[in-house]
């Protein structure tokens, strides 16, 4: 299983991103994916959830980016969505996607990460 992360890259305070995840596997069908979640990682920190979404759709949020961010999925493009907007500077980070389980017609697959995209926004 892979997980591949696009739309990162440098914007203004106040700008807009959109960051977007798609899950593909080298062999077999992925029939399901289960909570799909986008963390970041600033340089000196932890790695923090920032929003997750289950398989019904129901997204929750960080405090802090409530407001701000959206989360969805597209469950037949196999793809998680982050919309960023009015961003700050302290969203500076590393944004990473989650996927915590998969259906495929191998069986099964449990916690996979993509391998980050970076988002920086300037003053």
């Known amino acids: 299983v892979q997980l591949v992360e696009s739309g990162g890259g440098l914007v203004q305070a106040g700008g807009s991103l959109r960051l977007s995840c798609a899950a593909s596997?080298?062999?077999?069908?992925?029939?399901?994916?289960?909570?799909m979640r986008w963390y970041r990682q600033a340089p000196g920190k932890q790695r923090a959830m920032v929003a997750t979404?289950?398989?019904?759709?129901?997204?929750d949020y960080a405090t802090s980016v409530q407001g701000r961010f959206v989360i969805s999925r597209d469950d037949a493009k196999k793809t998680v969505y982050l919309q960023m907007d009015n961003l700050k500077t302290e969203d500076t980070a590393g944004y990473y996607c989650?996927?915590?389980?998969?259906?495929?017609?191998?069986?099964?697959?449990?916690?996979?990460w993509g391998q980050g995209t970076q988002v920086t926004v300037s003053s």
């Open positions: 596997l080298s062999s077999g069908v992925i029939f399901t994916i289960g909570d």
């Open positions: 989650y996927v915590d389980r998969i259906g495929t017609s191998r069986g099964p697959r449990y916690e996979y």
């Open positions: 979404i289950d398989q019904s759709g129901v997204p």
